[in-house]
């Protein structure tokens, strides 16, 4: 089957300095748009993977700094010289998912009530429009728990490719994830 003119589905992560998406900052966010239905990927060169500096606004939370990056450095010093104006990337974020797709657009995440809350709170910092409905955001766990008919079924089964908490590496094994899962479970 041919790839799709529009891929409609789109997983995101972001790395971040805590917890928080109205204090701490997004200091990675990656994207991949994806077809669920023809289990196919958009290509690599398409791919979304912006590293930003942290705002003043924001904090890094010293748990996240000692317990999470600082056993992380290679990670964390990559991010840092690759790091440019957060409000650019937002704004380019926005112009790359873009408004005039034929059906709306899927957020996926793995939470989504991590990774949307922080893209959401630099839109309105930045008053960028946002492109995603909530409607359509979509928990990759969730997803997953529902097709397996299991609440207490484990999302990470498939063997991690890439350097982990690096975001782009992050978003296409969570794309890996549904596909296997939907397999897994018979959902064709």
Known sequence: MDAPTHFLDIMVDGETTGTDPNGNALVQLSAVKFDFATRSVQP??????????????RYFEESCRTNFWGKRPHIWSQIQAKAEDPQL?????VQWVGFDNPKPVRFWAKPITFDFNFIASYL?????PQPFHY???TD??????????????ESNYVAFQGEAHNAIFDVLNQINQVFEAADKYGHR
């Not at 060169?45 to 003043?56: A, V």
């Not at 309105?124 to 960028?128: C, F, P, V």
């Not at 990759?140 to 079924?153: C, E, H, K, Q, Y």
Request: charged share 25%.
């Open 140 to 153: 990759m766990n969730s997803f997953i728990r529902g097709l397996a008919g299991d609440p207490t079924v």
């Open 135 to 137: 409607r359509w955001a």
């Open 89 to 93: 990337v937002m704004k380019d974020f």
């Open 124 to 128: 309105r910092q930045y008053d960028i």
């Open 44 to 57: 690599y060169t398409e791919f979304f993977d912006r590293c930003l500096k942290m705002p003043g606004n």
